[in-house]
């Protein structure tokens, strides 16, 4: 492995900022951590840097625990999100800056930067100072000059964010590029989950200092462990339903449970594309209206409504809306083709409870 960490917490008084975390990185990896705001995700990535000490758990990087040891001997690259960069140095200078920290003949240092900035495509830009550069270029050389040492590990802090949407795709394409070639082994902080499921190989997600779930982005989206993954990744229907003799219900919706108590309480949820529409309103289980169509490029995603005023999301290809002659405020009707058992967040139980179920036929067609 990589990177370790063994049930790491770290406390700020009486706050605790990441709780129990444990997750190994492997050599070569592109890893997320994903959460919202206070999850700990940032938190995690400066514990690896050695910017901050664990209250408790053990931090490892190649086999070594690194507890303790200071942030210069760690060979980690870090890059900020607001490129902090070297105002009065230009490109060159700003990248050469730690080749010289550790005393880099000069020849060596050129050599270094050259190489540095024909991967990274930044030879016209190396005698520019920073306010001279665009956003994308900043970060670009703030990554140069995270590279430049040959770290062990590079760890990047919402290395996106200061930049606009355009730029933001671009160097997403550019970043998963540049580790194809390197292969060296990236975490990266993000809050933007779409930012995560294209460019990692695996995303830990985090919430109120906890690690959540772990996996690759269609793990992590196919099989949430919880409604906060669910909902957090991607988008999710979510309905809470009661049973009553087997079947478990939603005003009009109808799932069978089973071997469950009458009057007990679960929650489900649903991707849009688990949703089957058509534009016969006696074609399918369910009536509905076809509320509103949001056009989201080649996909579309569908706002329909049930007699009972329930809100269910459903998505499809613009070639099928049109063969089916769908229009916000028809009739129509539709069918859930599998649905998951939630659990909340935090429940360690959640992964016997949550499980993806396919809808018998005398309910719907399984996908």
Not at 190 to 212: C, N, P, W, Y
Not at 229 to 241: D, K, P
């Amino acid at each position: 492995m990589s990177i370790e960490l063994k049930n790491v917490t770290k406390r700020y008084g009486q706050v605790t900022a990441v709780e129990d975390i444990s997750f190994a990185v492997t050599e070569g990896e592109l890893l997320a951590l994903l959460g919202p705001s206070g999850s700990g995700k940032t938190t995690v990535l400066r514990l690896i840097a050695g910017l901050e000490t664990p209250a408790s758990g053990g931090i490892f990087i190649r086999g070594l625990q690194v507890n303790g040891v200071p942030v210069q001997k760690r060979n980690i690259g870090f890059i900020f999100q607001n490129y902090a960069l070297f105002k009065n140095m230009t490109a060159f200078d700003n990248i050469a800056f730690g080749l010289k920290i550790k005393h880099w003949g000069r020849q060596r240092v050129v050599e270094r930067v050259g190489e540095l900035a024909a991967l990274l495509e930044l030879e016209s830009l190396l005698q520019r100072f920073p306010h001279q550069l665009s956003g994308g270029q900043r970060q670009r050389i703030a990554i140069a000059r995270a590279l430049a040492p040959g770290p062990d590990v590079l760890l990047l802090d919402e290395p996106f964010a200061a930049v606009d949407a355009q730029i933001r795709q671009e160097l997403r394409q550019w970043l998963v590029r540049l580790h194809q070639d390197l292969k060296v082994t990236a975490i990266f902080v993000t809050h933007d989950q779409e930012e995560a499921m294209e460019v990692a190989d695996r995303i830990v997600v985090f919430s109120k200092g906890r690690l959540e779930q772990i996996g690759t982005p269609r793990e992590v989206y196919e099989t949430p462990r919880n409604e906060f993954v669910a909902r957090f990744v991607g988008v999710m229907n979510v309905l809470e339903l009661e049973v009553r003799a087997s079947v478990a219900r939603c005003q009009e919706l109808e799932f069978p449970a089973h071997g469950l108590a009458d009057g007990q309480k679960l929650r489900i949820g649903f991707r849009p594309y688990a949703v089957q529409v058509s534009g016969d309103p006696a074609a399918l289980r369910y009536p509905a209206v076809l509320r509103r169509t949001y056009f989201l490029g080649i996909m579309l995603r569908l706002e329909i409504e049930t007699p009972g005023g329930l809100v269910i999301r459903s998505r499809m290809s613009k070639e099928d809306y049109s063969r089916l002659d769908l229009a916000d405020g028809r009739p129509i009707s539709f069918q859930i083709r599998a649905y998951r058992v939630l659990s909340k967040e935090g429940d360690p139980l959640a992964n016997e409870v949550a499980a993806t179920h396919q809808m018998p036929p005398s309910l719907g067609e399984g996908i």
